[in-house]
């Protein structure tokens, strides 16, 4: 049952689309403009670093709020299932941040969401996750590449750490906590197949903080 909460108290933040609302601020739908997509990326693109940053500290806000509720609701009572609790609610934030009911299931792809989680989840994800993203893009300036490397970070961090006891609990739980974390980078990668595809073919867009990536808003 508490599992389920979790999921929902996660969802309802999940629900706050910071892309949606910062582009309905500025007279547009986010999603009809570039990648249709309402995340931290497209927002970059469209609207300028500004606007980039506000959503991306905006979704990975979301994502903290849920796990630390999670955290200290949760927790105290039961703290062998404490990362449990704390994984499905960044899973329910991840999922109304990518499919909220009330824009029609079109939301982003939860990659800011995610840093929410790993920011959030456990001090170990936090150099591992900078790492592989920043140096990525700093190298590439591929913002998908980047968010792909710090799921298959975190989803190996995640067994790893568990294993060793970082997360204190019994082995099927550790079980679970993995399938959550698997289904989450599952979902990441189904939502940036068409990215992926782009990769490969050497399609993809490069992204600049401080170039002009802004497309024009006709």
Not at 21 to 47: C, E, F, P, Q, W
Not at 194 to 211: D, M, P, S, W
Request: proline share 3%; hydrophobic share 50%; charged share 15%.
């Amino acid at each position: 049952m508490i599992r389920i909460i979790c999921l929902l108290i996660g969802y309802v933040c999940g629900l706050f689309q910071t892309a949606f609302i910062y582009g309905k601020m500025n007279g547009i739908d986010i999603r009809d403009y570039g990648s249709h997509n309402a995340g931290t990326t497209n927002a970059l693109r469209v609207l300028g670093t500004k606007a980039g940053l506000i959503v991306f500290f905006g979704d990975v806000l979301k994502c903290v709020i849920a796990v630390t509720i999670a955290r200290f609701a949760f927790g105290p009572a039961h703290p062998e299932m404490r990362y449990l609790y704390m994984i499905y609610a960044a899973a329910g934030v991840i999922l109304g941040h990518n499919f909220p009911f009330y824009l029609h299931f079109r939301g982003g792809k939860g990659i800011a969401a995610t840093a929410g989680l790993i920011l959030s989840f456990h001090p170990y994800f936090i150099p591992v996750g900078a790492v592989l993203f920043f140096v990525t893009f700093a190298v590439t300036h591929y913002v998908s590449l980047g968010s792909l490397l710090v799921y298959a970070g975190f989803m190996i961090e995640l067994v790893v750490l568990g294993q060793m006891g970082i997360f204190e609990t019994s082995q099927p739980i550790l079980n679970e906590i993995y399938i959550v974390g698997a289904l989450l980078t599952i979902m990441a990668y189904w939502k940036h197949r068409e990215n992926i595809k782009r990769l490969i073919h050497g399609e993809e867009r490069r992204t600049y903080l401080f170039k002009k990536n802004k497309e024009e808003i006709k």
